[in-house]
């Protein structure tokens, strides 16, 4: 049998358009001949083509090299739709919206935090709540709800769980606008009174890492890295609130897509026209559940900081817990984008993708504006992690987009299978890294080689000219959901 996919360049693949009735663009892969073999394996090729069928879309369908099998969009996929004449879709955004990951520095040194580092992990694990379901200190209901969907991170910073300076580090700012809380359920709005602040569970984490290796100085130092540095990320996203408004809206717009007259060859494909009473409804509560991922990542780097200043009795500032950036890496945004020489308005989905602006664009924050925007990479809780940094090619060839991980290799399954026996964290204890978690299945569940390896994945994007290396880290200690 023909492969589905040809060989554009050493790292870009695509999938033609008469592949299969319906496609309005081409597929675009940004893999190399190692990872294109288990993309085609893992039948995730076929959804970049489904993607490829949604009206409005523009350029291409496209995926990064750590994708895999998803909601509808495949998990990596990467598809901007005319703001005009295209649609939303929820399965392009995914259930857990606003996803993202955000890491902080500080002026410790690995000698500093390994004879305390288990003492950091138990109070990281004891001062933010993890685990399916968890409640936070938080508990926030009617207007005080309202204004966390509205405001983001603001909220959290005009509350006191952080400064003025993390707003600026975080993408949009932390606050996506057209958010509109009246649109929410009931439900929904229930299942976000008492999760800020919370870690969740599945591969959300909290990681202590160390700075290994430089590959960029200038870009590093503006950064405010340095080798052997302790860091700090976290990841998480809207919790049971952002679940319940994709699951909304996925379900409502299956019922009601003939009235467009959209037909999709997946009904996990649901989608609205943007410019329509449903597609902003969506939009409206996709930006409350996306701001409210930013105040939970805000609130849990507060409680972080936290931990710190416990462990090590001294305050923030005199540590150095400065934050370098915040990234979505499930969401959909109006962006303004060159397409064949024009500038368009677009909704940019990005479903399993970070965004990776360069240097060029406004969007940047001031201090980064030399450079680019950083980009947050994170791996397995056994593997290295990544900075890299936004480029103009990723501008030109993916609407400023990259991968958001090392994408997984084997289902939560099949690792629970591959694990049976083991014990996970005694494997992890024995490579120097102390774990803490929540969940009977969650480490074997997380095992690192449940995941690609994120070396390859980050050759791929740096060789594409997506993105471009400034540090790679390495775990010390975690906290899983």
Not at 340 to 355: E, I, P, Q
Not at 409 to 435: C, F, H, N, P
Request: hydrophobic share 35%; with cysteine.
């Amino acid at each position: 049998m023909p492969s589905p996919v040809s060989k554009i360049s050493e790292y870009k693949y695509q999938i033609d358009k008469d592949f299969q009735p319906g496609m309005r663009v081409p597929g675009v892969i940004f893999a190399d001949e190692e990872l294109i073999d288990h993309i085609i394996s893992d039948n995730a090729f076929q959804q970049v083509a489904n993607v490829a069928t949604l009206p409005g879309i523009v350029r291409a369908s496209m995926a990064m090299p750590d994708i895999h099998w998803g909601y509808g969009f495949p998990i990596g996929g990467v598809a901007a739709m005319d703001a005009k004449n295209g649609v939303v879709s929820p399965g392009g955004v995914g259930y857990d919206i606003n996803c993202g990951v955000r890491i902080f520095r500080s002026d410790l040194q690995v000698n500093d935090v390994r004879p305390r580092l288990e003492t950091l992990i138990d109070n990281l694990y004891a001062l933010v709540p993890c685990g399916v379901g968890s409640s936070g200190k938080i508990v926030a209901r009617g207007k005080e709800l309202d204004r966390i969907l509205t405001d983001g991170a603001r909220w959290a910073v005009d509350n006191g769980y952080g400064f003025s300076e993390d707003i600026e580090r975080t993408e949009e700012n932390g606050c996506l606008d057209g958010a509109d809380p009246t649109v929410l359920s009931d439900r929904a709005k229930k299942r976000g009174y008492d999760q800020v602040g919370t870690l969740g569970s599945g591969n959300h984490f909290i990681e202590i890492q160390f700075v290994e290796e430089i590959f960029d100085d200038e870009i590093a130092d503006c950064f405010g890295l340095f080798p052997g540095q302790v860091c700090c990320s976290i990841h998480s996203g809207s919790r049971g609130l952002g679940h319940q408004v994709c699951g909304d809206h996925a379900k409502s717009l299956v019922s009601k897509m003939s009235r467009y007259g959209i037909t999709v060859p997946d009904r996990q494909l649901a989608s609205a026209p943007i410019d329509s009473s449903d597609g902003r409804r969506y939009l409206a509560a996709m930006a409350c559940a996306a701001n409210y991922a930013w105040a939970n990542r805000q609130a849990i780097m507060h409680w972080c900081r936290e931990a710190f200043e416990r462990t090590f009795g001294k305050g923030a500032a005199k540590l150095g817990l400065n934050l370098i950036y915040d990234v979505a890496h499930n969401i959909a945004k109006f962006e303004e984008h060159e397409v064949d020489g024009k500038s368009r308005k677009l909704l940019v989905h990005r479903k399993g993708a970070t965004r990776a602006f360069g240097p060029s664009r406004e969007e940047v924050p001031q201090i980064y504006s030399k450079f680019g925007q950083p980009v947050i990479i994170p791996g397995s809780m056994g593997t290295a992690s990544y900075i890299l940094v936004g480029t103009d090619g990723a501008m030109r060839e993916t609407f400023g987009s990259t991968c958001h991980g090392a994408g997984r290799r084997l289902s939560r399954k099949a690792a629970v299978r591959a694990t049976k026996g083991r014990r996970v964290d005694t494997e992890l204890q024995s490579k120097g890294i102390y774990a803490r978690w929540r969940g009977r299945d969650t480490m074997r569940e997380e095992c690192p080689e449940a995941y690609k390896d994120i070396d390859h994945v980050v050759r791929v994007v740096e060789g594409a000219g997506i993105s471009k290396r400034v540090a790679r880290l390495v775990p010390m200690g975690v906290v899983k959901g």
